[in-house]
């Protein structure tokens, strides 16, 4: 068990807690900087993490009635066509053009963050394992 991601799970948890501020804005970008996940593995990742305590929020919500379902429905209405069209979207782009990065990959490099020096600062080794050293020369 690799204990920098099971920390990393403790410190998205409590921060989603105190702050209400989704985990995945937090999670996948703590994958990529910190810990070497490839952004399309830590997004993956991050999903599946995501979805049990969104779950556990939304049950304790519920519980306090601060759900206004039709938002809720309203919203998935949107955001559900939304995500099908973001997800067939990359898959065009991904069979049509070079693309080097992923999406990820580009706003991370945009921004001047390479994992790398985020890993080494962090005293991080590059074991090969959840997508790290996968590409690029990482």
Do not use: E
């Not at 049990?52 to 949107?78: C, F, N």
């Not at 090969?128 to 020369?137: F, M, N, P, Q, S």
């Amino acid at each position: 068990m690799d204990w920098h991601f099971v920390a990393a799970g403790l410190i998205v948890g409590v921060l989603v807690g105190l702050t209400g501020i989704g985990g995945s804005s937090l999670l996948a970008p703590l994958l990529i900087l910190l810990l070497g996940v490839k952004p399309i593995v830590a997004v993956g990742t991050d999903l599946a993490y995501s979805v049990p305590t969104k779950l556990l929020a939304a049950y304790l919500h519920g519980k306090q009635a601060t759900i206004d379902r039709a938002w809720v429905k309203m919203l998935l209405i949107g955001g559900v066509p939304g995500v099908l069209a973001g997800v067939a979207l990359l898959a065009v782009l991904r069979a049509h053009a070079d693309l080097a990065h992923s999406s990820l990959d580009w706003g991370r490099d945009s921004a001047g963050l390479r994992g790398d020096g985020f890993r080494r600062a962090a005293g991080l080794a590059r074991s090969g394992r959840h997508g790290v050293g996968a590409r690029r020369g990482w």
